[in-house]
T-cell receptor, first 112, second 112 residues
Framework: QQQVRQSPQSLTVWEGETAILNCSYENSAFDYFPWYQQFPGEGPALLISILSVSNKKEDGRFTIFFNKREKKLSLHIADSQPGDSATYFCAASAGGNNRIFFGDGTQLVVKP | DAGVTQTPRHEVAEKGQTIILKCEPVSGHNDLFWYRQTKIQGLELLSYFRSKSLMEDGGAFKDRFKAEMLNSSFSTLKIQPTEPKDSAVYLC??????????FGPGTRLTVL
């Protein structure tokens, strides 16, 4: 059973637009939600994360919006740049456990 | 500090061969993860170690996949015997105290 779901599978935006990547989860015990960014030929790397006690987390051009009631979150990438082209994974874990459940990823392409 | 190291970066094997992939986690990290990544299945957990103890292994991978932590700074993943469907990128990650998983660059395995 897929615990974390992402949509869309792929997304293309123009440079300067805001890219919106969606994520939903099943397990109410999840309380930590990291987003990982992966470039071709590299392993994923932590981009930004949020705890379930918050509904928003910003880090530069990257913002997570979190809705606990609906078990949904989204990653907004403002002023998208071609260098943001990568695969983005939404993930979740529970109760301080380092075991993380990953979604299938969204492949983002930013066209100049 | 050095990141997670994985060797080799590329491996080509004939069907039926035994291959061993290696991983050195970030120094001082207690948790180590092995994942398999494919376009179709995404990131699949193979094994999870905490302080060298096996915490979880992916049920579907038990028969031909064996991960070991020989000491706190070295882990191996053995696939025996290999099958063409094992062709994938194998990622190793480690975690310290603060949830973030640090990934290695991966080993790309091709089984002919």
């Amino acid at each position: 059973q897929q615990q974390v779901r992402q949509s869309p599978q792929s997304l293309t935006v123009w440079e300067g637009e805001t890219a919106i990547l969606n994520c939903s989860y099943e397990n109410s015990a999840f309380d930590y939600f990291p987003w990982y960014q992966q470039f071709p030929g590299e392993g994923p790397a932590l981009l930004i994360s949020i705890l379930s006690v918050s509904n928003k987390k910003e880090d530069g051009r990257f913002t997570i919006f979190f809705n606990k009631r609906e078990k949904k979150l989204s990653l907004h990438i403002a002023d998208s740049q071609p260098g943001d082209s990568a695969t983005y994974f939404c993930a979740a874990s529970a109760g301080g456990n380092n075991r993380i459940f990953f979604g299938d990823g969204t492949q983002l392409v930013v066209k100049p | 500090d050095a990141g997670v190291t994985q060797t080799p970066r590329h491996e080509v094997a004939e069907k039926g061969q035994t291959i061993i992939l290696k991983c050195e986690p970030v120094s001082g990290h207690n948790d180590l993860f092995w994942y398999r990544q494919t376009k179709i299945q995404g990131l699949e957990l193979l094994s999870y170690f905490r302080s060298k103890s096996l915490m979880e292994d992916g049920g579907a991978f038990k028969d031909r996949f064996k991960a070991e932590m020989l000491n706190s700074s070295f882990s191996t993943l053995k696939i025996q015997p290999t099958e063409p469907k094992d062709s994938a990128v194998y990622l190793c990650a480690s975690t310290g105290d603060k949830y973030e998983q640090y990934f290695g660059p991966g080993t790309r395995l091709t089984v002919l």
